[in-house]
């Protein structure tokens, strides 16, 4: 990983200044690991709140609480993972961690079947919680890049050294560190950024499109998703069994994803799925009843679908962003996605002018979406996760109108050449 002491040189955004009288963005003021353990403990004691709230107020809040701090973790969760692995199985790995999140769904059905009374309820998530959480934040690492692009070297050697060593290959790092001396990262020279001025980067600079776009495809994504699991019962009327189903079906529908994004990339994948989405979205509720089959084959399509591009969204967004913003521009990410999703249940009073409206009005946003996201998104398959703007912008490998394009792989001399030009600096290679 080569880190730029001056990582925002070709923006025009002023030199980093001093923000403690500024919202610093945690992410990058603690690190990935001490803000992923807060979070746990802290949902933790949420639902346990939750579980014994003796007012309607108290139980609003311990669920918000619940909710937010749920949400930080799983974006915690993508940046660690997009960030400590190789671009070659970066895809894999952030597909197989959408199983935990269908499992989870899944089994909502079950423990909800079990434990009718909803302090009980509350109560058996948090016990599950706290059983799953702890060995996590016992094991949960520090992200090696985020401690070099801080100038954390030693810190960020030590990780690697354990990585290293857990994938057994503890002697290819020590060769290369005695041999190769490329991957800059130079020592406490990076300046914390907060939130401000993460957020002025990335609408001040040559990312601001791709950063935009991201934004509107999770709004859009996060919609789709909110409108399909709550307000339809194609799969059955049982509740219960609606729900099994509808987390059922995201398995294969990661499966379906990975596949995607392993062959097509990820503009192709997110276009196609986004609008698959879409024209199932408006011609689902056109079927006839008669034609129930038809009804519950689209269904599971729509709803495969919404799920696998919720995992090429959020995997776009991690890697066209620089490593200082890319906890930054994922949170704001799903800060559009939330203000999507609490205009789900809006949408629903269009029914009131017409039966078809909801689904249309989903269906064509969707549609744009995908489109944007073809247009203005860099293919991202087999690139080396940016650490700075300038090697952000410089991913120009865009499909346009031409969606059978291809693209040959990184550019190794530009590569090289980086290196050398700041072959003053203390080197760390990122295997």
Not at 63 to 84: A, D, K
Not at 286 to 307: D, G, N
Not at 345 to 368: C, D, H, N, Q, W
Request: hydrophobic share 45%; with cysteine.
């Amino acid at each position: 990983m080569r880190c730029n002491p001056n990582p925002f040189q070709d923006t025009q955004v002023a030199t980093i200044r001093d923000t403690n009288n500024e919202l610093h963005s945690i992410f990058h003021r603690y690190g990935r690991r001490p803000v992923f353990v807060f979070a746990c403990g802290l949902q933790i004691l949420s639902q346990v709140l939750s579980a014994v709230a003796w007012s309607y107020p108290v139980y609003c809040i311990s669920i918000l609480l619940s909710g937010i701090l749920g949400y930080t973790n799983y974006n915690i969760f993508y940046v660690l993972v997009s960030e400590i692995t190789d671009h070659k199985w970066r895809n894999f790995i952030t597909s197989a961690s959408s199983f935990g999140f269908s499992i989870g769904f899944c089994s909502l059905s079950l423990i909800s079947y079990l434990f009718r009374p909803w302090r009980m309820y509350m109560g058996v998530l948090a016990f599950i919680g706290a059983i799953i959480y702890i060995p996590c934040c016992w094991y949960f690492p520090e992200s090696c890049r985020w401690l070099a692009q801080k100038g954390r070297s030693d810190e960020a050697l030590k990780y690697l050294q354990v990585i290293a060593r857990v994938n057994k290959r503890a002697t290819v790092l020590n060769d290369k560190l005695k041999e190769k001396g490329t991957y800059v990262i130079a020592k406490n020279n990076i300046t914390s950024t907060g939130m401000t001025e993460s957020m002025r980067v990335l609408f001040r600079s040559r990312i601001t499109t791709r950063f935009v776009t991201c934004m509107f495809g999770w709004a859009i994504t996060s919609s789709l998703y909110l409108f399909i699991s709550m307000y339809t019962t194609d799969f059955s009327k049982d509740r219960y069994i609606n729900i099994f189903l509808g987390g059922l079906v995201e398995i294969p529908s990661t499966i379906l994803g990975f596949i995607f994004l392993k062959y097509l990339g990820r503009p192709r994948t997110a276009a196609l799925l986004m609008v698959l989405c879409g024209i199932s979205t408006i011609i689902l509720p056109m079927i006839s009843e008669q034609l129930s089959s038809a009804s519950t084959a689209i269904a599971f399509i729509r709803k495969a679908c919404s799920l696998a591009v919720f995992n090429a969204w959020y995997l776009i967004s991690s890697e066209v962003m620089p490593t200082l913003q890319r906890s930054a521009s994922m949170s704001a990410s799903g800060f559009a996605g939330r203000v999507g999703a609490l205009g789900v249940p809006y949408f629903m009073y269009l029914r009131k002018y017409s039966y078809l409206a909801p689904e249309m009005t989903m269906g064509v946003t969707a549609i744009i979406s995908g489109m944007l996201g073809i247009m203005l998104i860099p293919e991202t398959l087999g690139v080396d996760l940016p650490d700075t703007v300038k090697e952000a912008a410089d991913n120009k490998r865009f499909y346009r109108l031409n969606i059978f394009k291809t693209f040959s792989k990184q550019n190794a001399s530009k590569d090289k050449e980086h290196d050398q030009e700041h072959s003053e600096h203390e080197h760390i290679p990122m295997i």
